[in-house]
């Protein structure tokens, strides 16, 4: 006798969807993730003020290479850990190079001026990257563009994040010029994920503000329950 499976509705396909999908905390590994981020700089500052810039390299790539073989031996993602070491190899490979110890911070001050001029020029080009990023990664693709209004919500949540990399560089390359290595440090943990979660909050926002316009004109489907 041949039995049958029972489809699955296209509720609890949905559902099973949702549940494969990770936040944006997760992707970074967690709360212990975003500590784990932050480490190396920290790291950096105090033995480069305890040992010198040699000793601050060396203890800054020994940290990021142990959150990676912590997280390899507790088999979590490698995604963010590996992330962190690669940028630390190349932060301390500059540094070492200058002979520099604010050196070490000159990528991610450029990395902020570069992303501050990349969501202000989205604007501009009417792509908002606030609502191009978030629509591409939750399956709904570019039909929030048909809505004017839509456009100006995620116009004002890119500008947020313009804002919050434009005070990064802003700071930071203060900092930099006036060779101050314990606050850059600061500076680089301070304005990292805690603004970073500000921007998400106005993304966050425009998203739920676009999805009920569309949904309203019939551009979305409605919320199934």
Not at 81 to 100: C, D, E, N, P, Q
């Amino acid at each position: 006798m041949q039995t049958t499976r029972p489809q699955e509705s296209a509720t609890d396909v949905q559902t099973a969807g949702r549940r494969k999908q990770k936040s944006a905390l997760e992707q970074a590994g967690g709360t212990k993730g975003v500590i784990f981020s932050a480490l190396p700089a920290v790291v950096f500052v105090i033995a480069n003020n305890v040992g010198g810039l040699k000793v601050g390299i060396l203890a800054a790539l020994l940290v990021a290479l142990g959150i990676a073989v912590e997280r390899l031996t507790r088999k979590e993602s490698l995604q963010p850990a590996l992330g962190g070491v690669f940028g630390v190899a190349i932060a301390a490979g500059i540094s070492w190079y200058t002979g520099s110890a604010k050196d070490f911070f000159l990528i991610g001050i450029w990395a902020s001026l570069a992303g501050a001029v990349a969501f202000v020029l989205s604007v501009v080009l009417r792509w908002p990257l606030a609502g191009l990023i978030w629509n591409s990664a939750t399956g709904k693709g570019t039909v929030w563009r048909a809505d004017k209004r839509s456009r100006r919500y995620y116009d004002i949540a890119t500008l947020v994040l313009a804002a919050i990399f434009g005070a990064r560089f802003a700071v930071q390359q203060y900092l930099y010029q006036a060779d101050e290595v314990g606050s850059l440090g600061f500076a680089k943990i301070a304005m990292g994920y805690p603004l970073l979660a500000v921007g998400f909050l106005a993304v966050a926002w425009a998203a739920r503000a676009s999805d009920k316009r569309l949904k309203a004109a019939g551009l979305l489907p409605a919320k199934r329950t």
